[in-house]
């Protein structure tokens, strides 16, 4: 029979397909299951980009991870807190509390069902709280990681020679074009080549939002986009989430 992680990944679509009996078989083994959840947003990436971009993202790192790793592959999250964009029409948030519960809940029924690990997969930076979700896990002696994080980021960067630095690639940029074209293509609009937007200083955004810096939504240079970058870029992050997985099912973990 083939690996029941691996099986999930191929069939992965809008939700994983795993059945209860999948679930049951990866812990068999009697290491501690990892769960991983995607959380996304739902909000504008300029006129080429979906509002789930940051969504679909977070699955496609996810369902990467689901190939490589024994992990229970759970339905995203699709809307957090996008506030920052609320002046582009189609951008739905929640609050910061309401994320961290919502979060915290999940964790919660995981291992009232057996599954004790829980790792984050985050493809939105506005989601601040997620820190403060897992940091506050951890301190109670749960077993949970948030990833990527921002290291994470700049190894995939690296490998991929994406061009732009993180600072500039802030928004519907290289980055996340590059992942798009690779694992969604049929979801990126014609012009991207042309919306190019740059405004590194910042420092801001938390108050007059991200409409204070652009006026497409974009910050970032899509242009210098490609598949090629995208698929790298997964790459590296499922390289870099085996010391991930190692930290949530050591024996030390959890307390």
């Known amino acids: 029979m083939s690996d029941p992680g691996a099986r999930a990944a191929a069939s992965y679509g809008v939700v994983p397909t795993d059945t209860t009996e999948d679930v049951r078989a990866r812990g068999a083994g009697g290491s501690p299951q990892v769960a991983v959840l995607p959380v996304g947003s739902f909000e504008q990436h300029g006129p080429c980009l979906p509002l789930a971009t940051d969504t679909l993202i977070a699955c496609s790192v996810a369902r990467e991870i689901a190939a490589a790793y024994p992990v229970h592959l759970l339905p995203p999250v699709t809307v957090s807190c996008s506030h920052e964009h609320a002046a582009w029409p189609g951008t739905v948030s929640i609050s910061a509390v309401t994320l961290h519960a919502v979060v915290r809940d999940i964790a919660a029924s995981l291992r009232r069902s057996g599954v004790e690990a829980l790792v984050v997969v985050n493809g939105h930076g506005g989601n601040y709280v997620l820190g403060n979700v ?13 990833f990527p994080a921002a290291e994470d980021w700049e190894a995939a960067r690296e490998r991929a020679e994406v061009l732009t630095s993180l600072l500039t690639d802030m928004h519907a940029g290289e980055i996340e074009t590059s992942i798009l074209l690779h694992a969604h293509p049929e979801f990126v609009r014609p012009g991207y080549e042309s919306t190019d937007f740059t405004a590194d200083d910042r420092r801001h955004l938390l108050t007059v939002g991200m409409s204070g810096y652009t006026e497409s939504g974009v910050i970032g240079r899509p242009s210098l986009g490609s598949a090629e970058k995208g698929k790298e870029l997964l ?10 997985f190692a930290s949530v099912t050591s024996p030390a973990a959890g307390g």
């Open 134 to 146: 897992v940091q506050e896990a951890s301190a109670r002696g749960e077993r949970m990681a948030l």
């Open 235 to 244: 790459a590296s992050l499922v390289e870099s989430f085996e010391p991930y």
